[in-house]
């Protein structure tokens, strides 16, 4: 096997343990889960941790190199017209080949699934356009997002209450698998051709503009359409009885995910080779490299998305409605956070995040260190989404006061944590969150005979919002530490120039 390859499922294969374990704990203490579902269960984790090995693999040789490519002809580019146009479609042709996006579209059948999705990615390619000129022209990332954040909260109040809650998922789920490796290396490749100080820190941020897009495109949407009702396809348990059935259902469903991963993949493909053509980047042996890459993320995706809606949706799902139609109904948010804490370490995505924020920094924040701010963050969130389940809580009492905090933070903290805080946030809210975390909220929610529209829904936009704050609190602590490390600095500078005055004056002393 290939060394690096074993290295990435290892790392898969510790990040999802604890959430099996989880699971097998609930199975035995709280809700008994048939046989058939746990074995179902079991083998969708070991089709995610396979997935999610070859997935880290591909996105490494193909899609970083692709993405910092192409941001470093663009920085070339003369003419702010073919910048502009350039982001606009890399930004729509990356977002049409998400597979979350096709997931969410048919989520809301009163809008057509071809409109729904053109909105998304054509609100993704502006907003990437505006984040590539905001790296070109060093503007500050800040301001940008006080403007777009506050349009977003004036928008929303006239967008029907039923639409709003997919709208602010919307831009959670458009920041997955497939656009967060090339976007954030697109970015780094932008910056690179700077090489002023701020470079480093304005690589960050194109994932956090990009996400703002979709939710504005999608209420502006609902606008025009009002629709009336939107209804969420559940996750159906399978009934498997022998070995040869659950076999089965994952063989019925792997045709299902070649062909949508594969129509996913083809534009990227398209970009790749179009762009070699024009600018003859990459040699022989480069152009090997990414193409296997692209072989890697595509295996690794089919797998990833199979293992996770086969195995892990039906029992997310089943779990939210076991735990509220019990007495353990309460116990669902500590549960429900638990979950959230480990749940984010399985997100392909945040790993190829934590590693370029690890480069960027030189090591001053670490993967480990961002892996951990990320999951206290997510498992806040699932709480907070959980309470709104159990109780109806407004998505808006959250909402407003959650981007208020992040957006007031955003002006104290260091600029380079500003771009990761809010980058992070759509990082997090990856296809775990939209096919585990979100049936279990829509099981419960629909045990509680509540409206899953207005409460169930929302639990990736929360899973997007808290970790602005987390991750902007731990910039708070990374700029005190270097205040003091610089005050240590000094006095060490200052006392070396002392004892150099004393010998100097103790060697006059002598020659007098």
């Known amino acids: 096997m290939n060394p690096k390859l074993k290295e990435k499922i290892l790392e898969s294969l510790s990040a999802v343990l604890p959430i099996t374990g989880i699971v097998l ?6 809700i008994p889960i048939d046989l058939g579902t746990i074995v179902m269960f079991f083998c969708g984790a070991v089709m995610l941790v396979i997935g999610m090995g070859f997935f880290q693999l591909g996105a490494e040789m193909a899609m970083t190199p692709l993405g910092e490519g192409i941001g470093v002809q663009i920085s070339k580019k003369r003419r702010i017209f073919r910048v502009v146009l350039i982001g606009f479609l890399m930004g729509a042709i990356i977002t049409i080949s998400e597979p ?3 997931v969410l579209a048919r989520q809301v059948p009163a809008i057509p699934n071809i409109v729904l999705i053109l909105t998304i ?9 505006l984040a590539i000129l905001r790296i070109l022209f060093q503007i500050n990332l800040s301001g940008i997002l006080l403007a777009l954040y506050a349009a977003v909260i004036i928008v929303s109040f006239v967008v029907p209450k039923d639409f709003l809650a997919v709208a602010f998922d919307s831009g959670g789920v458009t920041t997955g698998p497939m656009t967060v490796p090339f976007i954030m290396a697109l970015g780094v490749g932008l910056a690179s051709v700077r090489g002023d100080k701020n470079a480093a820190s ?3 941020g194109l994932v956090a503009l990009s996400s703002v897009g979709p939710i504005l495109a999608v209420l502006v949407l609902g606008c025009f359409f009002n629709p009336s009702e939107t209804a969420y396809t559940a996750a159906v348990i399978a009934d498997v009885v022998t070995t040869r059935d659950v076999v089965r259902e994952f063989l019925f469903e792997i045709p299902l995910y070649l062909k949508e991963v594969m129509v996913s993949l083809i534009p990227v493909a398209a970009v790749f ?13 480069q152009i090997k490299r990414i193409a296997i890459g692209l072989i890697y993320t595509y295996a690794g995706l089919v797998l990833f998305l199979c293992g996770v809606n086969v195995g892990f949706a039906p029992v997310g799902l089943l779990i939210g409605k ?3 139609s019990d007495s353990f109904r309460w116990l669902l948010i500590p549960i429900g956070m638990l979950i959230g804490y480990y749940i984010v370490k399985a997100e392909p995505a945040i790993q190829v995040l934590n590693r370029q924020v690890e480069g960027v920094t030189n090591g001053a924040v670490s993967a480990k260190t961002m892996n951990r701010c990320l999951s206290l963050g997510v498992a806040v969130s699932v709480g907070l989404a959980l309470l709104r389940v159990l109780t109806g809580l407004p998505i808006y009492w959250i909402m407003i006061p959650g981007y208020a905090i992040a957006l007031v933070l955003s002006g104290i903290v260091p ?14 809210s990856g296809p775990m969150t939209t096919t585990f975390l979100l049936p279990l909220s829509l099981g419960a929610c629909e045990a509680l005979d509540g409206n899953v529209m207005t409460d169930a829904f929302g639990v990736v936009a929360l899973v997007a919002l808290v970790p602005l704050i987390a991750v902007q609190v731990m910039g708070i602590q990374y700029k005190r530490r270097m205040t003091a490390a610089e005050g240590i600095a000094e006095q060490v500078v200052i006392v070396d120039e002392s004892d ?8 006059d002393a002598d020659e007098s």
Do not use: N, P, T
């Open 25 to 30: 704990g609930i199975s035995i203490l709280f």
């Open 100 to 102: 979350d996006l096709q």
């Open 121 to 129: 990615a054509v609100g993704v390619g502006i907003f990437l356009a």
């Open 202 to 204: 304005d690589s960050f």
């Open 273 to 285: 080779v179009i762009f070699q053509f024009v600018s003859r980047r990459y040699k022989r042996h």
């Open 322 to 324: 076991q735990m509220v």
């Open 415 to 428: 600029k380079m944590f500003v771009g990761i805080a809010f980058d992070s946030g759509g990082v997090a």
């Open 500 to 507: 150099e005055i004393l010998e100097f004056e103790e060697e």
